[in-house]
């Protein structure tokens, strides 16, 4: 297979106007992905399973990923004057990072046997712009991993035939693998009553039978 | 001679050597009413004055007897039981009347597409089909050219109407 | 009920047997104990194993699974109880007919698991329903099984078919149904059967 920003060339020859970046992994595995915009993900993965040289027919795995909202510290150099000499300055900056979702495609190929390409779509925020593109008009095989993440993340995807909460009942309203999930409070005796366990249990009991833990 | 339930039912006993001949001899103790006290049989010289166990057909009416007793007996032995013992406890969801945990919905007469039909009955041809070809198999170097040719004339014919559905579609589910 | 203890060995010496109602009724009770032919996750993999010849659950006179509730009378709860499953469970508990039994088999069945917690599983199904054996283990073996089995035989000898302490299902007060729990917005409602089921009081040294 080309490497991947002769892929990206090559999507962008093909399909006007999508706009496909490459997020680079800096671990050794380097597996590095494709971000789709919205407007052009169904054509991007059009392209990519029907291309000659891709054939990227066999949709391995879907998941979702919660990015929180973040506060990122960098480093930078900044020129300050200090003490009427200007200076070179290391500073510390802080920079809000806003939260959202994410749909993972791994794509291979086993006609030509290679692979994988990683699709990566994102939503606008984790709260009202959740929406992204179903691709299971294209990889048939998506269809039940979309409802899984459309149920424990909440992401929902655009096009897609069936979008119902696959493990969980219907009546559920939580998205359980999100990072800010809260689970019921059915709290009882534990075996193990460590650290937030044990605050837990605390609160479940009376003063005269909370344990001397 | 005395007669009784066990040797009439065995016929070798009582073909040759007893002198009974029905024709002549026997009146069948049902029409004649209950005739408990015994039957007045004629052999051929003598009279013989009969028990009522003697009557041929007593097994019949004791079988009876006994077919309706048995299984009455436990059914009365548990009603009784279940009477003193056991106190019902029926309810909405024991007594629904799905039994595999889901509730149901909807109606049970549902209509079914009409080619599954056509697919059940295509499954079927072949599948009897398996069952003339095992013992064809079996046989199959000692069969004439002619049983041979015959046997393939026979799947020629099925086959050609698998050929026949296929091109009408019918095995394409829609 | 009773009879002398020595009375009854030199009877039986004698070739002579005596039982009593209740010892005559309880012997065929635990001779022919039938299961409810279901199984949740990978417990009921040993279940199986349990029923086949090696291990011969037939021995107990307990290999006839019945398919549905209404001709069982143990309920072997073999694997993982979710929560979107557990409203069935308890509907098939409650269409088996009096006197029944359950055995809670393997750690997800006896309290969760290692989804104890997590979002989706239920701790134990002994919130909803009475289970009269937990068997720990993940899974357990066939073995555990066969002594589970053992331990509810023994159980069913010890009940009384008349007085205060007589078993469940001779108790006219005594309900043969449960509560079935809905599916609520966050979790199940009830959380848990508080006439089955509270949570033990958490106390340590003493």
Known sequence: ?213 | ?174 | MSIDEGLRSELSRQGIFTTTLEGLYNWGRRNSVWPLNFGLACCAIEMIAASMARFDLARFGAEVFRPSPRQADLMIVAGTVTKKMAPMVVRLYNQMPEPKYVIAMGACAISGGPFKQGYNVLKGIDRYIPVDVHIPGCPPRPEALLHAFMTLQRKIDAQKLSGSDRARHFDAQAPSEFPIPQYGQHDLEPPRNEAVWRPPAMRRGE
């Open chain 2, 1 to 174: 001679m005395r007669l009784n339930s066990t040797t009439l039912r065995n016929r070798s006993d009582w073909s040759g050597a007893v002198p009974i001949r029905p024709e002549y001899g026997w009146k069948i103790g049902w029409n004649g009413g209950s005739r408990a006290s015994g039957i007045q049989t004629v052999t051929g010289t003598r009279t013989t004055h009969m028990q009522a166990s003697d009557h041929p057909y007593l097994f019949l009416a004791v079988f009876l007897v006994v077919a309706v007793i048995f299984p009455l007996v436990p059914l009365g032995l548990a009603r009784l039981w279940a009477r003193t013992f056991s106190p019902p406890k029926p309810g909405p969801v024991k007594n629904a009347i799905y039994e595999c945990g889901v509730e149901s919905k909807g109606d049970a007469w549902i209509q079914f597409k009409s080619e599954y039909y056509l697919y059940g009955i295509i499954f079927l041809i072949f599948d009897v089909e398996a069952i003339f070809l095992f013992p064809f198999a079996v046989a199959f170097t000692n069969l004439t050219i002619g049983a041979f040719l015959a046997m393939m004339m026979f799947l020629l014919l099925l086959v050609e109407g698998l050929v026949w559905a296929w091109q009408k579609g019918v095995l394409t589910w829609k």
């Open chain 1, 1 to 213: 297979m080309s490497p991947l920003d002769q892929v990206v060339a090559r999507i962008g020859a093909a399909i006007p106007g999508a706009r496909v970046q490459i997020l680079p992994n800096d671990s050794p595995s380097g597996q590095h992905s494709l971000l789709v915009d919205h407007e052009h993900a169904v054509a991007v993965a059009k392209f990519l399973r029907d291309d000659p040289d891709l054939q990227l027919d066999h949709l391995a795995n879907v998941t979702g990923v919660d990015w929180l909202d973040a506060t990122v510290k960098e480093k930078a150099k900044v020129r300050k004057v200090i003490n009427g000499a200007e200076k070179e300055v290391e500073e510390t900056l802080e920079r809000k990072k806003p939260g959202f979702l994410e749909a993972v495609y791994h794509l291979y190929s086993i006609a030509r046997n290679h692979g994988p390409v990683i699709l990566r779509l994102r939503t606008g925020n984790r709260i009202d712009q959740v929406r992204v593109p179903s691709l299971t008009p294209i990889w048939r095989g998506a269809e039940f991993q979309e409802r899984e993440i459309y149920d424990l993340y909440g992401i929902v995807f655009d096009g897609h035939p069936d979008l119902r909460r696959i493990l969980m009942w219907d009546e559920f309203q939580d998205h359980p693998m999100r990072k800010d999930y809260v689970e019921p409070d059915d709290y009882e005796y534990e075996p193990t009553a460590h650290d937030k366990v044990l605050e837990k249990a605390k609160k479940h009991h009376t003063a005269a039978d909370r344990p001397q833990l």
